[in-house]
Nanobody, 126 residues
Framework: QVQLVESGGGLVQAGGSLRLSCAASGRTASNSAMGWFRQAPGKEREFVAA????????YYADSVKGRFTISRDNAKNTAYLQMNSLKPEDTAAYYC???????????????????WGQGTQVTVSS
């Protein structure tokens, strides 16, 4: 079992930055790949970014490439999502997820993930 707790969401103006954190706990947390997904009202949950269990591989949605950076600190069992140059269309609830799959393109699919956090709201004003 892996428990995930997100933090760092909030209200920011367009062009601003936020850093989301996802603290993981549980026996297999350090062996899990991590991902970030988001869901806006009335829309389906969509992939944002993912990072392999070692941190050596990262994956991004085209819509956030060059603006968002995913990272992890395995000593702290924490994953991060640094979000720069935020746009109003980035407004959504952001969810952290974990999977025992260690790397690979399936990390870009929500169905791959076994564990989910409760979500943190990000609102970008224009």
């Amino acid at each position: 079992q892996v428990q995930l707790v997100e933090s760092g969401g909030g209200l920011v103006q367009a062009g601003g930055s936020l850093r989301l954190s996802c603290a993981a706990s549980g026996r297999t947390a350090s062996n899990s790949a991590m991902g970030w997904f988001r869901q806006a009202p009335g829309k389906e949950r969509e992939f944002v970014a993912a990072i392999s269990w070692s941190g050596g591989l990262t994956y991004y949605a085209d819509s956030v490439k060059g603006r968002f950076t995913i990272s992890r600190d395995n000593a702290k069992n924490t994953a991060y999502l640094q979000m720069n140059s935020l746009k109003p269309e980035d407004t959504a609830a952001y969810y952290c997820a974990a999977t025992l799959l260690r790397s690979g393109s399936p990390l870009m699919r929500a169905i791959t993930y076994n564990y989910w956090g409760q979500g943190t709201q990000v609102t970008v004003s224009s």
